[in-house]
């Protein structure tokens, strides 16, 4: 059935962008999808990188009343630090081995949870400029590295970095995850690492999924949110750790 791989990156690539707006770990959709396409992992990771780009700009589109917010950092400041430490991080996966990359990136993604499950609690009344641009700069470079559960490294970062509302913090979540993908998606596509044909066709399937998502995210509470990233975050790192083990 040679139609099954197309179906199930359509399927993938929905789920996904409907999770990255939501939380983010799409990626553990249209990942194992492209690895089950024939792609070896370090160019399913590239073009899955690439692909869920159109979802986040949709996401970030829909919640886009929220990027209004008052931040402790210019979004300017953002915004350029986010694609400098994007391009290094995709810089980096194109000179890592795979090995290295399949061992550290659960540790990563658990700890980006663990810290957005006990900081954010706390982030309120807590703004400060000088943590959140490090913690944001290190969440993008990790999104340009590896794009797994890029929404819950950078959501971790805002809360911890002061943002204390979660609706704020999802908005900007998106419009950073879409500049980090895209970023890391044209040094990716330079390098070579990008098998287009498979990703075109699930750029598509994002773009509906994100859309739908970034719907569902602003009806939620602010305590279901967290809910939903806190769990979409645990079970990234597990599954990840099962398939480098």
Not at 92 to 114: G, H, N, Q
Not at 169 to 194: C, D, P, Q
Request: aromatic share 6%; with cysteine; charged share 5%.
């Amino acid at each position: 059935m040679e139609w099954l791989p197309w179906v199930l990156l359509a399927v993938a690539g929905a789920g996904a962008g409907a999770l990255n707006a939501v939380a983010g770990g799409g990626t553990f959709l249209t990942l194992p999808a492209l690895v089950a396409f024939g792609l070896p992992a370090v160019g399913a990771n590239a073009s899955s990188t690439v692909a869920l780009v159109p979802g986040y700009l949709a996401s970030a589109w829909v919640g886009r009343r929220h990027l209004r917010a008052r931040l402790p950092v210019p979004p300017v400041a953002m915004l350029l630090g986010a694609t400098v430490a994007a391009a290094a991080g995709a810089g980096l996966l194109l000179a890592s081995p795979e090995r290295l990359f399949a061992t550290i990136v659960p540790w990563l993604v658990l700890a980006a949870t663990v810290i957005f499950w006990l900081g954010a609690p706390r982030a309120a009344g807590a703004a400060s400029a000088t943590r959140l641009l490090p913690l944001l700069l290190i969440a993008c470079l990790y999104g340009g590295y590896f794009n797994g559960a890029l929404g819950v490294v950078l959501l971790a970062a805002l809360a911890v970095g002061g943002v204390a509302d979660t609706h704020a913090a999802n908005a900007w979540k998106n419009a950073l995850s879409a500049l980090v993908s895209l970023v890391a998606a044209v040094v990716l596509g330079i390098g070579g690492a990008v098998a287009w044909g498979p990703t075109l066709f699930l750029m598509a399937a994002t773009i509906a999924g994100g859309v739908a998502g970034a719907l569902l995210a602003d009806r939620l509470s602010a305590r279901g949110l967290r809910a939903v990233v806190i769990g979409v975050g645990l079970l990234a790192a597990a599954g990840l750790g099962l398939q480098a083990a």
